[in-house]
């Protein structure tokens, strides 16, 4: 019997809720910098394409914990 996981197009496997919950102590303390610049950049603008930067570079710091 094999059991089957998520993976990305790379075949790297994506994260659960359960392994992001357990890892979010260490994501916002690591990362905390590229997390507020994408907050303060969603409070500047409400338009999600004007954040799309910010939010690589939180979604890059997190995949290189």
Known sequence: MS???AV????NPIPT??????ASKH???????ENM???NCKKK???????LEQGREVTFCVLNL
């Open 3 to 5: 059991t089957s996981s």
């Open 8 to 11: 990305d197009a790379s075949g």
């Open 17 to 22: 809720s359960a392994v992001l919950t357990a």
């Open 27 to 33: 994501i916002a303390t690591r990362c905390r910098a």
């Open 37 to 39: 610049a994408f907050i």
């Open 45 to 51: 603008d409400q338009n999600p394409e004007k954040c």
